[in-house]
């Protein structure tokens, strides 16, 4: 349910989709319990956006790999 409902956002064509995928790594990182939801609605967003282009390229994915690079590089500075 909560799936569905996330992917009837359409987060992928928000203005603010930076801010979601901050929010869900943070959730992520902070609640590590619910670390497979957050993941198969990330899945799922990759999944729909997939299907529904011809390049089979996802802003969603490409975001989230970015924002995870950045925190990566903070976190590892040395």
Excluded: G, W, Y
Aim: aromatic residues 12%; negative net charge.
């Amino acid at each position: 349910a909560l799936t569905k409902e996330f992917l009837d956002l359409k987060v992928h064509e928000s203005p603010q989709l930076d801010e979601v995928i901050s929010i869900i790594v943070e959730h992520t990182i902070n609640q590590p319990e619910l670390c497979p939801q957050f993941l198969t609605m990330c899945r799922e967003q990759v999944f729909m956006e997939f299907n529904k282009s011809e390049q089979r390229f996802s802003l969603f994915l490409d975001r989230l790999l970015r924002f995870s690079h950045k925190m990566f590089c903070q976190h590892f500075k040395t």
